[in-house]
């Protein structure tokens, strides 16, 4: 029965003219518009070197991470930030001159003043909290070596040595800091990247499309797929995974058009992204079951409430304006890391900024988790499901 | 015989309204059970309640001895449902539509090619395997909706009006269909509201009405229940009035109507009615074109049961 289903939501899926249009050529159609649109300023619209302050103090002196990464990624030729140590007074006027992002202010915390919400402010957000968190992994090293030598009996501690010591055991995480170019991230990749990650949760359409023949309460071969005996969870996993193969066709074709037609470099990122556009395209898909089983409403109501939905997330997420995921991460954290827009967004970032693969990792486990939770609150919903009308 | 369906105080409501009220009947192994109402009577209501899909009240509903429940796969295994709606795919072919349904319920290729091409056969759709719903007239198009509620062979089948807005040679298609299924053993519920059907196919009627049981029983035992006993028809031309109120005064009328130049005389009972009116019509120097007398129907049942027509 499994394969009976798969094979034949398979032969539906292909058959139907306007899923085929909205999975396989809407994309790409869009893809060539970018393509039009942003080639001429693909070469010169490369993000400009960050200009940020930094107030000198104390805390900032003592704190030997922060000016390692610091130097580390004001220098070369990719370098990410040029930084004027400066004083707190000084580093004010240049924010209200617009000379520079942002400024950092370190006392017992570390202060990101900015002065607007942009592109240029989230890097500089992320790139501090990155660093913070490697500075968190350094000082809790060098606290279970001080404490390894205390038990040892040594209480002459070279606390210098213990702490660089530490800091070379993360220096490959803090090495990746090197690597950070801004040399390949321009608004064109952006866009790109942005319609690889509306292709994955557009995808939702196709489960919804698919789940929706399985519902009594939706149409007559609902009704009569609802009394056959086949058991409800074989039928939610075997439409799902139709629903994922054609998506897979069409994100294949997406990336097949943009590399060979459209000459779009993904460079050495491309399995990366391969992969989170798969993890992205399950989580899109159960998206679409979730609202197909669990909201009672027409097929068009349901259909406006998925495309909404993504919308919505898409929006949230930045990919219409990275102001926005900015915005939300800093006010409403919780909203970003329920949306699965954000986690595909988070991961395309993540491959930018990072050169280890952590972030990335946890935003693919997250869309697996997000995407296998929704399954099967899906499947529940539907499991034993008799209607008040149909 | 065994009961094939025990539905017992069968109550489902849609907000205030009752569809269904307080329902119980059975369905016997083999019979073809009819269940006539006019729409909105409750029949898919019913249907739907037995097969699971709806939530109901109060009631209790067993097939094959068995309570039915949405996960009852034992059992729906051996049902199959002709919705009152076409169910089948748009984006599949005729022969893969039925494959789809079948396969649903048979695992085996061999078996189930061989089934599929019986159920076109039996709906008369071998010509058109290769075709897609949209393809096919609406006469063509409620057989395919048939042949994937059957090609599995259930032993039970419910057919909910599956000849609405049909042409009279698909429907006669249809309705050979269906006897052909009761021949090889089905147990069938048959829903409608064409009286006719009822007569020529169902072993058993039960006629309902806003949720409830007005009647059941064979269609004589019901015709029984008719207030009268026989209608005659005539088209007439041209009749004076004082004529047409002197049939009342003619033994056994119960009522009469003359309307579009068809005169319509209801008698309470009496076998020798048509002589005594040709008589009359002679005597008076009526002309008339075609007379024929009729036994009542069920649509008459009805109309003495609820004072409203099976159609209105």
């Known amino acids: ?390 | 015989m065994k009961n094939v369906i025990e539905v017992k105080d069968l109550t489902k409501e849609y907000k205030k309204l009752k569809a269904v009220d307080d329902l119980s009947f059975e369905v016997k192994e083999g019979e073809i059970l009819g269940l006539l109402g006019p729409n909105g009577s409750g029949k898919s209501t019913t249907i739907n309640c037995i097969l699971s899909l709806l939530n109901f009240q109060k009631g209790s509903i067993k097939i094959f001895g068995k309570e039915m429940k949405p996960d009852s796969y034992d059992l729906k295994r051996q049902i199959g449902v002709i919705f009152q709606e076409v169910a089948v795919f748009e984006e599949l072919t005729v022969y893969d539509n039925v494959d789809y349904f079948c396969g649903l319920y048979i695992n085996d290729k061999k078996l189930r090619e061989k089934y599929v091409n019986e159920a076109l056969e039996l709906a008369g759709l071998l010509d058109y395997k290769k075709f897609y719903p949209k393809q096919l007239s609406g006469g063509l198009l409620r057989r395919l909706n048939i042949a994937c509620g059957i090609a599995h062979k259930p032993k039970l089948i419910f057919l909910d009006e599956p000849t609405v807005a049909v042409d009279p040679q698909s429907r006669n298609n249809i309705l050979e269909g269906i006897k052909k299924l009761r021949d090889n053993g089905a147990t069938i519920v048959y829903t409608t509201h064409y009286m006719e059907e009822v007569e020529i196919l169902c072993d058993r009627i039960i006629i309902l009405d806003k949720g409830k049981i007005l009647a059941s029983g064979t269609a004589s035992d019901l015709k029984e229940l008719s207030e009268i006993d026989e209608k005659i028809t005539v088209e007439i031309s041209e009749i004076d009035e004082s004529i047409l109120n002197e049939i009342n005064n003619l033994e056994n009328v119960d009522d009469f109507t003359f309307e579009m130049n068809v005169l319509t005389v209801k008698y309470k009972k009496g076998k020798n009615n048509l002589g005594e009116l040709i008589n009359f019509l002679k005597k008076n120097n009526v002309t008339y074109n075609k007379i024929f007398s009729e036994r009542p129907t069920l649509n008459d049942v009805f109309l003495s049961l609820t004072g409203k027509e099976l159609r209105d």
């Not at chain 1, 470099?265 to 899109?284: E, H, R, T, V």
Request: glycine share 6%; aromatic share 12%; hydrophobic share 50%.
């Open chain 1, 1 to 390: 029965m499994f394969w009976h289903n798969f094979k034949y939501s398979l032969k539906v899926l292909f058959k139907s003219k306007v899923l085929i249009f909205w999975t396989f050529a809407f994309p790409i159609l869009m893809g060539i518009f970018f393509n039009l649109a942003f080639s001429d300023i693909e070469n010169s619209e490369k993000l400009d070197v960050i200009d940020i302050a930094v107030v000198k103090s104390d805390e900032f002196d003592k704190n030997i991470i922060f000016k390692e990464a610091f130097k580390n990624l004001s220098d070369g030729d990719d370098k990410l930030f040029d930084i004027d140590y400066t004083n707190l007074d000084k580093a004010k006027q240049l924010l209200e001159d617009d000379k520079i992002t942002g400024y950092l202010v370190f006392n017992d915390d570390i202060n990101i003043v900015v002065s607007s919400s942009g592109i240029n402010e989230t890097i500089l957000k992320y790139v501090v909290n990155e660093i913070s968190s490697n500075a968190e992994m350094i000082n809790t090293l060098a606290a279970n070596d001080i404490n390894n030598e205390i038990k040892k009996g040594n209480y002459n501690i070279n606390y210098e040595e213990i702490y660089a010591g530490a800091y070379k055991l993360v220096s490959k995480d803090t090495a990746k800091l090197h690597n950070i170019s801004n040399k390949n991230l321009s608004y064109t990749m952006i866009e790109y990247y942005t319609l690889i990650a509306m292709a994955c949760l557009y995808g939702g359409i196709l489960s919804m499309y698919i789940i929706n023949y399985k519902l009594a309460n939706m149409n007559s071969v609902g009704k009569r797929t609802a009394i056959s005996p086949v058991h409800r969870g074989q039928m939610l996993v075997s439409s799902l995974l139709a629903s994922y193969v054609v998506q897979l066709i069409g994100l294949a074709i997406l990336f097949v058009f943009t590399i060979s037609v459209l000459n779009v470099d993904y460079g050495d990122n491309l399995p990366m992204i391969i992969l989170l556009a798969l993890a992205g395209s399950l989580a899109g898909l159960s998206l679409g079951v979730i609202v197909a089983t669990l909201i009672k409403a027409n097929e068009n109501a349901k259909t406006g409430i998925l495309i909404a939905i993504t919308m919505l997330g898409c929006f949230l997420s930045g990919m219409m304006g990275i102001t926005m995921k900015y915005i939300v991460d800093t006010n409403v954290p919780l909203v970003n890391m329920i949306n699965p827009a954000s986690m595909i967004t988070d991961g395309f970032y993540a491959l930018y900024y990072y050169s280890t693969l952590d972030r990335f990792i946890f935003d693919i486990v997250s869309l697996l988790v997000f995407s296998i939770l929704l399954i099967f609150i899906s499947y529940f919903g539907l499991r034993r499901q008799k209607y008040d009308s149909i």
